[in-house]
C-alpha cells in the first residue's frame, strides 16, 4: 500500500459548472481530464492524502484584501467565493497541524487580481492566495510569508496588493513582460519605498526550459527564501509554462514542476493558469501533488515528452544566468537601494494604469503612501475607471503605526463623498472596513 | 413462498416467507469448515414438507468469499498490468505472480503505446511455470478503452481456467482499485465455482427447480448463474443483510440511522428515505480497498460482550472481546452483565455478572447500579458518537460543481432503527441520552435472513462518449460502438437505461424490480482552439438497493411469526 511520508491535503473544485464563456480557456472543461488522471492514479486513496471539500470564503475574507467597485455583489460570483474558499480551508488544515502541505486545486484563479477590483482581468477576479494569506494572519497569526509565485504569467495583481509589505516576499518567475501578458514584472520591480526588496521578478525568456527554471531557482529563489525566513511559504502553481500550453511559449515539463516543488518544498500551493487542459495539466498537477506529498515521481511524464526536443538554448543559459546574477545584486542591496528610494520623501506616489482584458474596463490609479519610518505606511489609492467610475481608498495596514492610522481615518473623513461614487477605508488594525 | 438466507460467523439464519408473514424461522451452528454443509441444512429445515414448487425464490448471503479474503486463503492467481507512466504500479503489487507490461492507454482512452505481443507470450508461460490457472488483466484508463485488455486476453485466453479483466468489474476510474478488484474476483473464483457446483448439484439430486439468488454486498441480488462473473460482489454481504432487513421498518420520509448492535462490534448504516446510502466508491477488505459496489456501513468494536475496563475515573468498553458475558459464563464484565444488574436482562446468572462488576464499582467508589448505569451509558456515547463520526464524514464528501457545493445535500437523520441481541435494552437507553426516536426493529434476532429473502435486484451501468473519437462505450457491458457527432447526453441516456434493463434480466430480475434511476450525467462541450471539437459525455444509472415489490406494501405484517406446523 502507497504511503505518503509528507502528509499533504488537497482541495480539488473543478466548478464543472462555471465559466467565463463557452469556449474561454476558463471553461467547464478546464479541470476535467486533471480530475481523470487524478482519481484514475488513485491519488485519494494513498495513506498521507486527504481530499477536503472547500470553505466557502466570506465577505469578510474579501474585504482584508481588495477594495471592490462598486461592492462585492457586482464583481464576485459564487465560483469565486468557493476558489478563495479552498484556498482558505487548505492553509485552516495546515495551520492546526492536521496536514503538513496542502495544494488547492480551484479555479476560477486569482493571481491577476490587484487591490482595487472593477472587474475581471487575466481571467482573475479576486485574490485568492492574498484572501488565503490576510486570513492565516487575522485567525492564525502567521507573520512572514513568502510567495513564489510559478505562473507563466507574472503575478501582477499579487505584486501589487503585496508591493508595500515588507512581511510580505513575492517572489515571481515567469515569462518576459515583453513577450506576455500581463506585460509587467521587470527586474527593476522591487517594491514600494517602505517595502523595497520585497518584491522579486525573475523574468524567463520564451523557450526556457527545465534546465532554466531549475537555475533560477535553486540560485536565486532558494537562496532569497532561506535569507528572508518565512514563517510560511505559498506556491502560486501556475502550470502554463508547460511546452504544450497555447497561449504561452516556455518549454517546462510536469516533472520539471515536480522536481520544482520538490526542491521549493512549499507549505501550500494554489493552481493558477495552465489551459493545456489534456496535454499537460492531467500530468503537471499529477507530478505536484506527489511531489508535495514526497512521494516518488520519477514515473510521471506526459505522453509526448522528449525532453531532448524542448532543450533550452546555450544563449537561453546565458541569459538566464545573467538575469539571476542580477536578481541576487538586487536583493543583496535591497537595503542601500531602498534608502536611496526613500530619499526623506514624507509621501510617495505613484501612478499607473490598469487594464482588465477580460471585462474591457481601462482604470487609471493614483497612489499615496506614507512613507514612514515606524511602519510600511497608510496608502490611499485614488482609482477612476474609462467609464467614469471614480473611488478613493485608504488602507491603514495591518501593523500601521498610531500616527498612519490616524491619518488613514483623516483621509478618509476629508474625502469628499461629492467627489466620487464610493469612498472606502480599509482599517487592518482594528479589522474595520467602512464605505461611504 | 420465499427464503432467506444468512450464513454468519456463528449462526446461519433462514427464514421461509409466505404471503404475508413468516412461516418458519430457523437457526442452525455454522461450520466455517463446511459453509455448504450449513447453507443445505438451513434450507432442509425451512423447506420441510413444502412442496418445492410453492417456492418461488431463495436468496443466499454467505461469507464464503469474504472468510477466504480475511483469512488470506486465496488461491494462486496471476496479474498482468498495463500502466504506462504515473505512479509506479509496483506500489499496488497483488502477490508474487503480478507483472507490469508495456503499454499505454491516456485519459481520453487514445493509445500512446502498444502492448507487445512477444511480451505477453513470455509472461503467460512465466505464469504457468508458476502452477497460476486463473489471471486478471488490468489497463490504466481501461474504461475508457478496453482494447489493450481484451487484446492480452485474446493472447492468453487458452492458458489459463479464468481470464478476469479489469473494465467488466467496474465504471469507475481508479487504477489500483481495479488491480485488487480483478484480483480478488479471480482470486475467489475457484472457491466461488466450487459452491456454485455444489449447490448445482445438490439442488439436481433432490430434484428442486428453486431459482437460486445471491445477496451483493450493495443489499442488491444476483442469479447464482451470474455470480460466476463477479464472484467479489458477494464478498461482505453480511451486513447488507441485516440493512435490507430494516428497511420495511424506516420512516418513508426521513432518514434513519440503522444499529445493528452484536457481541463484539455494532455496525451502523444511513437510510434515505427507506434507500440505504452507497459507499461512494468501495469495500475494504482485507489490506485492498476495491471498486466493489456495497452499502455504506461503519463497524465500531463495541457490543455487548466488548470487555469493560476502568482506567483511572474512565470507563472503557472494548475493543477486545474475551468471550460471552460472566452472566454466560465468561471471564470479564461487559456491558450485558451491566443490563444484569440493572435488571433488565434475566435469563442468565445474575450473581456472576455482579461480581464482574464489583470490582470496577470498588475502583470508581460507585454503587453496583450506578457503575451499571455509567458502563451502559458509555456503551451508548460511543456508538452516538462513532454514527455522529459517520453522518459528518457523509457531509464533508466532496463535491466537483458551484451547484452542488451551495445546494449541496445534507444527511441529518432524525430516527434510529436498532436490531441486535440487546436491541431492546438499547433503545430504551439511546431514546433518553438523544433526541432521536428510536425503534426496535421486530424480529431483530432474524432481520438479515428477512432482508437476504427480500432484496431486490441492483444494477449499476455506466456509459463514456467521446464524440471526437467518435465512440460510446459502457464498459462492464463490453458494449463499444462507432457515434456520430450529434451523439448527446440524451443518447447515451436512453442507451444507459437500456443496458440497465439488460442486465438486470441478465442477472434474474424480474421487470417489475426495474425501478431505474440517474445517478450521474455529465457533459462537456470539448473545445479546441476557439471551435467545439466534440462531447465528453459521462452518465451513470442504476437500480438502487431496495426490496422486491409485491413483498414491499406487506412487509411490515411479515415479521409477524405465524409458524407453521413442523
Not at chain 1, 171 to 194: M, N
Not at chain 1, 371 to 386: E, W
Not at chain 2, 25 to 35: A, F, I, R, S, W
Request: aromatic share 8%; net charge negative; proline share 5%.
Amino acid at each position: 500500500m502507497l504511503k505518503a511520508p509528507i502528509k499533504t491535503g488537497l482541495v480539488f473544485f473543478p466548478a464543472f459548472d462555471w465559466a467565463i464563456s463557452a469556449t474561454h480557456p476558463e471553461r467547464e472543461e478546464r479541470l476535467l481530464y486533471t480530475q481523470d488522471q487524478v482519481f484514475e492514479e488513485g491519488i485519494l486513496d494513498i495513506d498521507g492524502i486527504v481530499e477536503f471539500k472547500p470553505d466557502l470564503a466570506t465577505i469578510q475574507d474579501v474585504r482584508r484584501v481588495h477594495f471592490c467597485a462598486p461592492d462585492e455583489a457586482s464583481v464576485i460570483t459564487e465560483s469565486h467565493y468557493i476558489s478563495a474558499g479552498g484556498a482558505k480551508k487548505i492553509c485552516s488544515e495546515v495551520m492546526q497541524k492536521r496536514i503538513s502541505r496542502g495544494f488547492a486545486l480551484v479555479r476560477p484563479p486569482g493571481h491577476h487580481a490587484m487591490r482595487v477590483v472593477h472587474g475581471c482581468r487575466g481571467f482573475c477576479n479576486i485574490n485568492i492566495e492574498a484572501i488565503m494569506v490576510e486570513f492565516m494572519r487575522e485567525a492564525y497569526g502567521i507573520d512572514r510569508v513568502a510567495i513564489v509565485d510559478t505562473d507563466c504569467h507574472h503575478g501582477d495583481g499579487t505584486q501589487d496588493i503585496y508591493w508595500h509589505d515588507p512581511d510580505t516576499l513575492f517572489i515571481s518567475l515567469h515569462q518576459d513582460g515583453r513577450t506576455l501578458y500581463p506585460g509587467t514584472g521587470f527586474q527593476h520591480e522591487l517594491g514600494g519605498p517602505t517595502a523595497y526588496g520585497a518584491t522579486v521578478n525573475i523574468p524567463l525568456p520564451p523557450r526556457t526550459s527545465e534546465e532554466g527554471f531549475l537555475f533560477a531557482l535553486e540560485h536565486a529563489i532558494l537562496p532569497i527564501l532561506e535569507e528572508f525566513k518565512p514563517d510560511i511559504i505559498v506556491n502560486s502553481a501556475g502550470q502554463d509554462n508547460h511546452y504544450t500550453d497555447p497561449i504561452t511559449s516556455m518549454n517546462f515539463s510536469a516533472r520539471g514542476y515536480a522536481q520544482l516543488t520538490h526542491l521549493l518544498k512549499p507549505d501550500i500551493a494554489v493552481l493558477e493558469g495552465g489551459y493545456a487542459i489534456e496535454g499537460a495539466l492531467p500530468y503537471t498537477n499529477l507530478g505536484i501533488i506527489m511531489a508535495l506529498a514526497g512521494l516518488d515521481f520519477s514515473k510521471v511524464k506526459e505522453p509526448d515528452y522528449q525532453p531532448e526536443k524542448i532543450r533550452q538554448s546555450k544563449d537561453t543559459s546565458r541569459y538566464i544566468e545573467k538575469t539571476v546574477a542580477q536578481t541576487m545584486e538586487y536583493w543583496q542591496n535591497r537595503t542601500q537601494l531602498g534608502e536611496r528610494v526613500r530619499g526623506g520623501k514624507k509621501l510617495a506616489e505613484r501612478e499607473h494604469s490598469i487594464f482588465y482584458d477580460t471585462d474591457n474596463i481601462l482604470e487609471t490609479q493614483r497612489e499615496t503612501l506614507r512613507v514612514c519610518s515606524d511602519c510600511c505606511g497608510v496608502l490611499a489609492i485614488d482609482s477612476k475607471t474609462d467609464s467614469g467610475y471614480h473611488i478613493y481608498a485608504v488602507h491603514i495596514p495591518r501593523k500601521a503605526c498610531k500616527a498612519c492610522q490616524e491619518l488613514g481615518y483623516e483621509w478618509y473623513d476629508t474625502a469628499d463623498a461629492a467627489d466620487f461614487n464610493r469612498v472606502f477605508l480599509q482599517d487592518r488594525t482594528h479589522n474595520q472596513y467602512l464605505v461611504k | 413462498m420465499i427464503i432467506g438466507l444468512d450464513v454468519g460467523g456463528t449462526h446461519t439464519d433462514v427464514v421461509l416467507i409466505g404471503k404475508d408473514c413468516i412461516l418458519r424461522q430457523v437457526k442452525v451452528p455454522t461450520d466455517p469448515h463446511n459453509l455448504l454443509e450449513s447453507v443445505w441444512a438451513g434450507l432442509e429445515a425451512v423447506t420441510k414438507d413444502v412442496p418445492p414448487q410453492d417456492i418461488r425464490r431463495a436468496v443466499l448471503s454467505t461469507t464464503l468469499t469474504t472468510n477466504a479474503i480475511a483469512e488470506k486463503k486465496l488461491v494462486p492467481t496471476g496479474m498482468i498490468v498495463v500502466s504506462g507512466p504515473g505512479v509506479d504500479p509496483e506500489c499496488f503489487r497483488t502477490s508474487e505472480h503480478y507483472y507490469c507490461v508495456a503499454g499505454s492507454i491516456d485519459h481520453r482512452g487514445r493509445e500512446i503505446q502498444p502492448v507487445d505481443r512477444m511480451e505477453i507470450e513470455a509472461v503467460a508461460s512465466k505464469l504457468r511455470a508458476e502452477g497460476v490457472r486463473q489471471v486478471g488483466v488490468v489497463g490504466k484508463f481501461s474504461i475508457r478503452n478496453p482494447e489493450h485488455e481484451i487484446q492480452i486476453k485474446e493472447i492468453i485466453s487458452e492458458s489459463f481456467d479464468h481470464v478476469f479483466l479489469g473494465h467488466r468489474i467496474s465504471g469507475n476510474l481508479n487504477f489500483p482499485r481495479r488491480i485488487a478488484t480483478t484480483y480478488l474476483n479471480a482470486a475467489v473464483y475457484p472457491i466461488h465455482k466450487r459452491f456454485f457446483d455444489a449447490v448445482k448439484e445438490s439442488l439436481k439430486k433432490k430434484g428442486l427447480s428453486i431459482p437460486i439468488y445471491i445477496l451483493k454486498a450493495d443489499g442488491g441480488t444476483m442469479s447464482l448463474d451470474a455470480s460466476l462473473d463477479s464472484p467479489g460482489q458477494t464478498i461482505l454481504s453480511g451486513p447488507a443483510a441485516s440493512v435490507m432487513g430494516s428497511l420495511p421498518f424506516a420512516a418513508e420520509s426521513e432518514e434513519t440511522l440503522v444499529l445493528d448492535i452484536g457481541g463484539t462490534t455494532t455496525d451502523m448504516a444511513i437510510l434515505l428515505r427507506q434507500v440505504p446510502l452507497l459507499d461512494p466508491v468501495g469495500i475494504d477488505l482485507g489490506g485492498f480497498k476495491t471498486l466493489i459496489r456495497a452499502l455504506r456501513t461503519h463497524s465500531v468494536p463495541v457490543g455487548g460482550d466488548s470487555v469493560v475496563r476502568v482506567s483511572g475515573e474512565r470507563i472503557t468498553i472494548g475493543p477486545d472481546r474475551q468471550g460471552p458475558a460472566m452472566a454466560y459464563g465468561g471471564p470479564a464484565p461487559t456491558p450485558t452483565d451491566a443490563l444484569f444488574v440493572l435488571g433488565k436482562a434475566t435469563n442468565g446468572d445474575v450473581e456472576s455478572a455482579r461480581r464482574g462488576l464489583q470490582e470496577l464499582a470498588a475502583k470508581l467508589g460507585l454503587s453496583l447500579e450506578e457503575t451499571a448505569t455509567r458502563i451502559f451509558d458509555e456503551a451508548c456515547y460511543l456508538i452516538l458518537n462513532e454514527a455522529a463520526k459517520m453522518i459528518s464524514d457523509i457531509n464533508s464528501k466532496p463535491v466537483y460543481t458551484v451547484h452542488e457545493l451551495l445546494e449541496g445535500y445534507q444527511v441529518r437523520p432524525k430516527e434510529i432503527l436498532v436490531l441486535g441481541g440487546p436491541a431492546p435494552f438499547f433503545a430504551f437507553r439511546l431514546a433518553v441520552l438523544t433526541d432521536f426516536e428510536v425503534h426496535v426493529v421486530p424480529q431483530w434476532s432474524v432481520a438479515n435472513a428477512i432482508g437476504a429473502a427480500l432484496a431486490r435486484n441492483t444494477c449499476e451501468v455506466s456509459v463514456f462518449s467521446d464524440t471526437e473519437r467518435g465512440i460510446v462505450i459502457a464498459p462492464e457491458e463490453g458494449f463499444s460502438q462507432p457515434v456520430k457527432r450529434d451523439f448527446d447526453k440524451k443518447s447515451a441516456l436512453e442507451l444507459a437505461f437500456k443496458l440497465l434493463r439488460q442486465k438486470c434480466l441478465a442477472e434474474g430480475a424480474c421487470e417489475c424490480e426495474i425501478e431505474t434511476e440517474v445517478l450521474e450525467e455529465m457533459q462537456f462541450n470539448m473545445v479546441r482552439g476557439f471551435h467545439t471539437a466534440g462531447r465528453n459525455i459521462r452518465v451513470k444509472v442504476q437500480v438502487k438497493p431496495g426490496l422486491i415489490p409485491e413483498y414491499k406494501d406487506i412487509a411490515q405484517t411479515l415479521f409477524n411469526y405465524c409458524p407453521l406446523p413442523s
